[in-house]
């Protein structure tokens, strides 16, 4: 059973950082490609930030370069770091993974990730 569980959200001013967490087993580390999601009140679930089982990784273009995202093989935790945050990345945000080598990681579909945590709030204020 996969289990992911995220941290690290919270509040936090318009151009401030916060890093994101994301527990999980080292088989799921090492072996998964694992992503960022995000859903504000009111919309759909989007894609942030991919990472491929072997490396490669992926963004939004709203991210903009802003955020990056890494794997600690060390630790068995997935970030997100979020730098020069705006309003508009208020939201619930996910960890995903997806078993194995994930060809599409690119498109950043929610649908086809398979294995999901509880999410961790970011408010942004302006």
């Known amino acids: 059973q996969v289990q992911l569980v995220e941290s690290g959200g919270g509040s936090e001013q318009a151009g401030g950082s916060l890093r994101l967490s994301c527990a999980a087993s080292a088989y799921t580390i090492n072996r998964y490609s694992m992503g960022w999601f995000r859903q504000a009140p009111g919309k759909d679930r989007e894609g942030v930030a991919a990472?491929?089982?072997?490396?490669?990784?992926a963004y939004a273009d709203f991210v903009g370069g802003r955020f990056t995202i890494s794997k600690d093989y060390g630790k068995n935790t997935l970030y997100l770091q979020m730098d020069t945050l705006k309003p508009e990345d208020t939201g619930m945000y996910f960890c995903?993974?997806?078993?194995?080598?994930?060809?599409?990681?690119?498109?950043?579909?929610?649908?086809?990730?398979?294995?999901w945590g509880q999410g961790t709030q970011v408010t942004v204020s302006a």
């Open positions: 990472i491929r089982s072997d490396g490669p990784t």
């Open positions: 995903a993974a997806y078993p194995g080598y994930l060809l599409s990681f690119r498109s950043l579909s929610v649908s086809q990730y398979q294995h």
